[in-house]
């Protein structure tokens, strides 16, 4: 049986999010989102760097939430209901939006940082500014995008919402989606989806997204 690794709150929650939208049996273990839950010597022996999330498949241990994506539908999606395999007609967009939500969720996890994990006065408006934007702007790619579709591939649903759509729900925490009207249109149809509700878990934020001027 798979097994994944999560933390409640963490980018796991896409690889949560898939394995609930593909009806998959699993095994969910969950970690304390902690250097004292994620460091144990048995947790590295899986993951190197102790980060979540990581599958384990048997003596397959897949961590990196894009390549768990690649390795479930390939192995577990043979029909390409939400994979898009070698020779597709979409399948080089649906590579370019399964890495592209690396691009958004990096400043996402810079945000985090900043406004989480580092005390109040040892924070750098500099750079939480700066992220903030970059964070805005890659939002506006995704609106664009989205101006002819409800979803990132013309087709339908399928794995790029799962990951991109985990780096929106990470970025309406730290910046407001308002400016963006088919982002938020997209969010409110993934947000309402069965498997997505049975993932989400609160994104650890203390702070409410600012109203963008």
Aim: hydrophobic share 40%; proline share 5%.
């Amino acid at each position: 049986m798979l097994t994944l690794y999560h933390c409640n709150g963490a980018r796991s929650m896409r690889s949560l999010w898939l394995l609930n939208e593909m009806g998959i049996d699993f095994e969910l273990k969950e970690l304390t989102f902690s250097m004292e839950g994620l460091r144990t010597p048995e947790y590295l022996a899986i993951s190197p760097l102790g980060r979540v999330p990581c599958l384990v498949d048997g003596d397959v241990a897949v961590f990196e939430s894009g390549a768990i994506a690649q390795y479930l539908g390939e192995h577990y999606d043979p029909e390409g209901k939400l994979h898009r395999p070698v020779g597709h007609a979409e399948r080089t967009e649906w590579l370019i939006w399964l890495h592209y939500a690396e691009t958004m969720a990096v400043h996402g996890a810079s945000l985090v940082q900043q406004r989480v994990f580092i005390a109040k006065e040892d924070r750098s408006p500099v750079v939480q500014k700066l992220e903030s934007r970059r964070l805005e702007k890659s939002l506006e790619v995704v609106d664009k995008h989205l101006a002819d579709r409800d979803y990132l591939l013309k087709s339908g649903f399928s794995t790029v919402d799962t990951n991109v759509g985990y780096s929106v729900h990470l970025a309406k925490g730290f910046v407001s989606l308002d400016p963006f009207p088919n982002v938020v249109k997209y969010y409110e149809r993934i947000s309402v989806r069965p498997a997505f509700i049975k993932a989400a878990a609160s994104v650890p934020l203390n702070e409410q997204a600012p109203k963008r001027a």
